[in-house]
């Protein structure tokens, strides 16, 4: 499984993973990618970005984002099948 930095809390989280899984305090949590500048402000902050995702192009699009955001998906079967990608 693929890690990458969970903003600048100095953690690595696995990039995708199933929605209440992981400790996300202190994240910008989206539903989408459409709001860029949000995203864009986070980054330059150091807040952690996480973008729920539940079709492999929601995936495709939040990891299109760069390397410090995270995913969540609804489901362990949906996070099983787009790990292995």
């Known amino acids: 499984m ?3 930095w969970f903003g ?3 953690r690595k989280v696995p990039e995708i993973v ?3 899984a992981a400790d996300l305090d202190g994240a910008l949590v989206l539903d989408d990618v459409s709001d860029l500048a949000a995203i ?3 980054h330059h902050a ?3 970005v996480v973008v729920r995702a539940s079709t492999a192009a ?3 699009a939040a990891l299109s984002l760069g390397p410090s955001r ?3 998906s609804p489901t362990e ?3 099983r099948s787009t790990s292995r990608r």
């Open 2 to 4: 693929r890690e990458r």
């Open 8 to 10: 600048a809390t100095g």
């Open 18 to 20: 199933l929605e209440g």
């Open 40 to 42: 864009h402000a986070a």
């Open 46 to 48: 150091g807040t952690p």
């Open 58 to 60: 929601e995936v495709h």
């Open 70 to 72: 995270a995913r969540s």
């Open 77 to 79: 079967s949906f996070s």
